[in-house]
């Protein structure tokens, strides 16, 4: 139990040093495209950019700050619980994402509904579900040579469900039940193989359902469905969250 519990935490670290990492380098890249005048040359144009920007800044802060008095841990912490709009994080992570498509001259996509059937309110943690989503598009970033990345949020009856999908190198049928595993990694991966752990854990904790269709040559998506609670909002519950805290003690190896 001993080995289980320093492996858990030296995979929690590791992870947490991932994200940071890639949230600070995203960072610095967003600064140095706005520098060079990529999004206009008035605060106007170059507004949006840069109020991601202070928000994933803010994000990445926050995340430190949430693990420096804690063991790093993956699991949920009811204290980081609360309501927000899923329909602005996922905006935000959009728009910090924008540069490094740029970068690789991709294309990415930001496609909502008119309308929500109800609303788009998520109880969660924050940090960690823009940690999931922004591991999701920068991998589909990474591994898409050219094309496009789109990033969906759309109502699948009463639930709330968000698609990322890419025209990337796709992934081997046979190679999909090992993607969310701490550390594994495809022939083809240049990464750590944390990033797809990080998005496994979170879903898992928070209740959600998160599927990965994908073809090789062609591309892959992967689908996130939050579940419509109580006539209220999508994500946690009182149920959901013991259940969750539970993990803590259970993280899949």
Known sequence: MTNYSTLNKKLCLAALSHDVYNSLTGINLSLNQVIDGWYGNNLSE?????????????RV?????????NQPQLSINPELINGFSMLYLLQQIYLESLPKAKERSLTLH???????????LV???????????????QNAIKYTHSGDIFVRL?????????EIEDTGIGIEKEQIPNIFLPLWRSPDSSGEGLGLYVVMMVAKAHGLKLTVESVVGSGTKFTIIFPYQNESHYGLTDTTLSKAQRLKDALSI
Do not use: C, W
């Open 123 to 137: 109880v969660g943690n924050t940090i960690d579900m823009g940690r999931m989503l922004g591991n999701l598009i």
């Open 46 to 58: 170059i507004k949006p950019l840069l109020r991601a920007i202070r928000e994933a800044t803010d």
């Open 154 to 162: 759309f109502n699948v009856g009463d639930d709330l469900a968000i």
């Open 61 to 69: 802060t926050q995340l430190i700050e949430s693990q420096r008095n």
């Open 110 to 120: 930001y496609e909502t509904s008119p309308a929500y059937l109800h609303g788009t």
